[in-house]
């Protein structure tokens, strides 16, 4: 029953209740008043919607980074850090936010909580300890880099690279050598291919280093292994070293002295030193199998032989896959009054032999191979390492002596996940102090490389390029400011960058002692040997040489005047790799460097 309120009569009840009720119709809007409004709702919601995504993104990277400073707080040894890590990645990880992490850690977080470095340099893989300032300045590099801009420098850090011409030489590997002496450069040519069967393009290529002429000024007489693995000056002459084991010595116009040959496959380039006392300059084989031949410089014939060092199955075999042999270094280690061979091989073996006979001191064998080679400390303060080795899995020896007796010492890591191929270069930081290790890696994680430069502190400095570094680092002055800094020494290195539709490319990187790049350049193709640095023409101005896997030695004309600390490959013409033999020889003047020989 329903129930009115009022007086009327029913009539006109059904009357008012049967009229149009127009309140109750639709209102229609002209389009023009909606459109409008439904912008501007949308526009309100994206606002919401992108501050809330950025709030929580925010949240999220602080997050995140709180998260792996908290399992790193229980971490003690360094496999518990790296264990505390792995688990971040498992919750976590950087993915695309690597960036956010690294600016949130520098800007939000102090650099001097140990934890935080950790998190830090796992992030982005360098490392420059507690220095904010070399931090923000690598993250600013790296921003310009991405954009193809060189990098912000600061004064007189300009490094001219001036390209003066190219030369054909044939192809080379990262254990190829190249040498300049007064004005020619002889470079080790695999030819036109690696173990290519009768390949006429094997041998030694002689280039004009004024106007960039290059010939071939040698063959080998043998076609069998004919692929010149290096070169080492001696004497008025070339010890020439091919993979088939036939070893020649050659006047510097390519005439032949003599030619021997050796039983197994050649890998490393010999080593030039009087060994027997002669007056004479002697050439030093090692082989794959690891037997070390010493060659009399005069006439070729064997002084010394020592056999074999491999363990049968080791590493280093003959199914592996890394082409290498022993590789060879000479200076006074395991005696201050004879000099010593130093002999590193890849399944793991180390041998220091007396250079007169061959006599072994020490044999050792540890779990890693060696690739690299070492280097010898020849300018050493007392009790401070005779030499310092790199093995396939990153890390970095010492080889100490005390009371008669030599010890390999593990002492570094150069980098985590990665192997070292080039050789470790040393570096004198503080007169009377140990000296500096500078180590290139190749197959680091996330793809790349890195160069370190470590010391009694550990890391002082890693820089991660793009890429893989093969090839051995030289070290020299390449700056116009010389006169305003005696102590200033660049590191020039090359990487080999794999870009994402699978083509390689050569990058080379001019890096300061303090681990900034200064300079890079796009090579014209991947670079695998290490650079040359030399004045090649007599103008006492420094020339940065870099032969690539198209076949083309490429030169450029520098500012630097000097010091060369490392100027090639093995450190100096006679490949001794003693860094006193390397600083020696980089300051001898254009004229006089084919009459240079060893200190020892």
Known sequence: MLYFRGTGSFSELVK???????????????????????VLWLALIAIIVVGAWYVLRSRGVDGAIRRGLSLLQGAQSAAEVDAALAQWEREYGAGDRRDEIITAMLERFPLSDLHVRELLVHVAGADYGDRADDWKRWRESRRHLRLGEQPKLQAGERIKLEKRWEAPVGLTAWFSTIISLDGRIYV??????????????????????????????????????????????????????????????????????????????????????????????????????????????????????????????????????????????????????SPDILAV??????????SATGAPRLEQTERAGFLAGSVVCGNRPAGAPRAYIADREARIWSLTRAERKVDLVPTWMAAQQATVIAVPRTIDLVEGNAP???????????????????????????????????????????????????????????????????????????????????????????????????????????????????????????????????????????????????????QTPFGYQARWRPGF
Not at 282 to 307: E, F, Y
């Open 345 to 354: 091989f890849p399944d793991a073996t180390l041998r220091i032999l007396l």
């Open 16 to 38: 008012l209740t049967s009229r149009p009720n127009y309140s109750r119709a639709p209102i229609r809007r002209a389009p023009a008043t909606q459109a409008p409004r439904l």
């Open 436 to 586: 500096a290790v500078l180590a290139c890696t190749s197959g680091a994680a996330r793809g790349g490389g890195a160069v370190s430069l470590l010391d009694a502190t550990g890391v002082r400095w890693r820089y991660v390029v793009d890429g893989a570094v093969w090839s051995t680092p030289v070290v020299a002055n390449l700056s116009r400011e010389r006169e305003k800094d005696a102590g200033r020494r660049e590191i020039v290195v090359c990487s080999v960058v794999t870009d994402l539709d699978g083509q390689q490319r050569g990058v080379l990187l001019v890096l300061s002692m303090d681990g900034h790049v200064l300079r890079t350049l796009d090579l014209p193709a991947p670079a695998d040997a290490a650079p040359l640095i030399c004045d090649i023409d007599g103008d006492q101005k420094l020339d940065l040489l870099i032969a690539d896997r198209a076949g083309m030695l490429h030169c450029y004309a520098t500012e630097g005047v000097g010091p060369v600390e490392w100027g090639s490959f093995l450190g100096d013409t006679h490949n001794t790799s003693n860094s006193v033999n390397a600083y020696s020889f980089g």
């Open 188 to 337: 080790s040519s695999l030819g036109a291919g690696f173990d290519v069967v009768d390949d006429e393009a094997d041998g030694v290529v002689r280039v004009d280093g004024a106007s960039g002429a290059s010939e071939y000024i040698f063959r080998p007489l043998s076609r069998r292994g004919s692929d010149i693995v290096g070169i080492a000056a001696g004497a008025n002459r070339l010890f020439v070293a091919s993979r088939g084991g036939a070893i020649y010595a050659i006047d510097l116009d390519g005439g032949v002295i003599w030619e021997a040959a050796i039983d197994g496959i050649v890998f490393s380039p010999p080593l030039s030193m009087d060994v027997n006392r002669d007056g004479m300059d002697d050439a030093v084989i090692a082989t794959r199998t690891g037997r070390i031949v010493a060659l009399s410089g005069a006439n070729g014939k064997p002084i010394w032989s020592l056999g074999a060092s491999r363990r049968p199955g080791g590493r280093g075999s003959a199914n592996d896959e890394v082409a290498a042999a022993a590789t060879l270094a000479a200076g006074h280690i395991a005696s201050d009054s």
